[in-house]
């Protein structure tokens, strides 16, 4: 009989500020969206995450757990076969609708193209795309 192996897990990279955002949130969505990343670390998809659309690159996903009233997102990408990318982590703070506000879309758009960068410098190979 064979024994499964799982693949092997892709480590986290946190950007920038998304660590210290992760650490200010409930423990039960830091628990919530703790086992989602290690789903995601070994290339599964986590329930409930899904494209963060609202005009963001195809390759962000979200995480979305309710507390105490109050919705939490953290944001990543596994667009890349080595790693992880965890590119925010904040609470949803609309001021109307549920639309997410403009500056959390462009703090996360930013930590994406920082995320591509990190990856082209640490990982890419020479003449890759």
Do not use: C
Not at 79 to 102: C, N
């Amino acid at each position: 009989m064979l024994t499964p192996v799982k693949p092997p897990l892709r480590p986290l990279i946190w950007v920038r500020g998304s660590k210290k955002s992760l650490d200010g949130v409930p423990e039960d969505v830091k628990d919530v969206f703790g086992a989602a990343l290690l789903d995601v670390q070994y290339g599964d998809r986590p329930a409930g995450a899904k494209p963060f659309g609202e005009g963001l690159p195809r390759e962000i996903w979200k995480i979305v757990e309710d507390s105490d009233g109050n919705t939490y997102r953290a944001v990543y990408t596994a667009a890349f076969p080595e790693v992880v990318y965890v590119l925010d982590v904040f609470m949803k703070k609309s001021k109307s609708g549920i639309a997410t506000p403009r500056m959390d879309k462009d703090r996360v758009r930013e930590r994406f193209n920082a995320a591509k960068r990190h990856y082209d410098e640490t990982y890419r190979k020479p003449g890759e795309r």
